[in-house]
């Protein structure tokens, strides 16, 4: 089975920087997605970011477009979130999601996998 573990969270100041990374293991399909969903208190689950792994093809949501960027370490199968110039409102759980049909961005239902997530905190 396909495992994600996320890393990277804490707390940090408005302003500032955060790398999340997700690493994965037990993929087995030709193609597959990595995306970033992110949960906040009393909040609907999603989506921040996206990548297709063969192509490199990413998407990201309009909150955070221009402040985040995802990245991708194939030695290391594992997808890097930068996240720039952290907001108060970028609170949350953030998780890492794979998809198997190499599709992205798709809704949040329709991933395969998920990892346990990691918590961002960003304070004023």
């Known amino acids: 089975d396909v495992q994600l573990v996320e890393s990277g969270g804490g707390l940090v100041q408005a302003g500032e920087s955060l790398r999340l990374s997700c690493a994965g293991s037990?993929?087995?399909?030709?193609?597959?997605?990595i995306g970033w969903f992110r949960q906040a208190p009393g909040k609907e689950r999603e989506a921040v970011s996206c990548?297709?792994?063969?192509?490199?093809?990413?998407d990201y949501a309009r909150s955070v477009r221009g402040r985040f960027t995802i990245s991708t370490d194939y030695d290391k199968n594992t997808v890097y979130l930068q996240m720039n110039n952290l907001k108060l409102e970028d609170t949350a759980v953030y998780y890492c999601?794979?998809?198997?049909?190499?599709?992205?961005?798709?809704?949040?239902?329709?991933?395969?996998?998920w990892g346990q997530g990691t918590p961002v905190t960003v304070s004023s």
């Open positions: 999601a794979a998809e198997t049909m190499g599709l992205c961005p798709i809704p949040p239902w329709e991933w395969d996998y």
């Open positions: 037990g993929f087995t399909a030709d193609d597959y997605a």
């Open positions: 990548i297709i792994m063969s192509s490199g093809s990413a």
